[in-house]
T-cell receptor
Framework: GENVEQHPSTLSVQEGDSAVIKCTYS??????FPWYKQELGKRPQLIID?????GEKKDQRIAVTLNKTAKHFSLHITETQPEDSAVYFC????????????FGGGTRVLVKP | DAGVIQSPRHEVTEMGQEVTLRCKPI?????LFWYRQTMMRGLELLIY????????DSGMPEDRFSAKMPNASFSTLKIQPSEPRDSAVYFC??????????FGPGTRLTVL
């Protein structure tokens, strides 16, 4: 089955700096890659996703890049703010749509004011 | 829309007791997923349904766990008998056409 590895496990950045989280996946058939943000005690919430026919996608301060050849994808957060502090999860799935997600282990991001 | 609804939000029980977790997906969604989240194992998919039919239960840890979806608006995850190692946050999620999954608030289960 699919295996997703996520790095780093923790990330501390100064407010205003950029944060980058990287994930690798094992199954070349995976074609949907969402990113979820989970604040303490809350549910995971989708912040951005990318499909295999796209190499990069942006939404305001966040962007995701995908390299299918290398089987890795990354989340970039620019101009970080304290409210960006949370655990971020990447995921991958196989199929026409996003069913049966396999999640990475998560990255705890701390933005220091 | 109220989003995915889960109950109870917190459950404390003693080892050996039966535990039933409940989920109401977003109206109109045809996929429903049950996840378990722990510090050690992260976020794990237990089982998912499509149009009320279980599609993949390979993540269900053992026979003590069972899940049902009797209709499009309700699903249960049952643990019988419960054990301390079952302590975790259990999330239900739903999606339309298997696309973006929307998570419920979760049930925090503590088995003493």
């Amino acid at each position: 089955g699919e295996n997703v590895e996520q790095h780093p496990s923790t990330l501390s950045v100064q407010e205003g700096d950029s944060a980058v989280i990287k994930c690798t996946y094992s199954d070349s058939a995976s074609n949907y890659f969402p990113w979820y943000k989970q604040e303490l005690g809350k549910r995971p919430q989708l912040i951005i996703d990318i499909r295999s026919n796209v190499g990069e996608k942006k939404d305001q301060r966040i962007a995701v890049t995908l390299n299918k050849t290398a089987k890795h994808f990354s989340l970039h957060i620019t101009e970080t703010q304290p409210e960006d502090s949370a655990v971020y999860f990447c995921a991958a799935s196989i199929g026409a749509a996003g069913n049966k997600l396999t999640f990475g282990g998560g990255t705890r991001v701390l933005v220091k004011p | 829309d109220a989003g995915v609804i889960q109950s109870p939000r917190h459950e404390v029980t003693e080892m050996g007791q039966e535990v039933t977790l409940r989920c109401k997906p977003i109206s109109g969604h045809d996929y429903l997923f049950w996840y378990r989240q722990t510090m050690m194992r992260g976020l794990e998919l237990l089982i998912y349904f499509n149009n009320n039919v279980p599609i993949d239960d390979s993540g269900m840890p053992e026979d003590r766990f069972s899940a049902k979806m009797p209709n499009a608006s309700f699903s249960t995850l049952k643990i019988q008998p419960s054990e301390p190692r079952d302590s975790a946050v259990y999330f239900c999620a739903s999606s339309l056409g298997g696309d973006t999954q929307y998570f419920g608030p979760g049930t925090r289960l503590t088995v003493l």
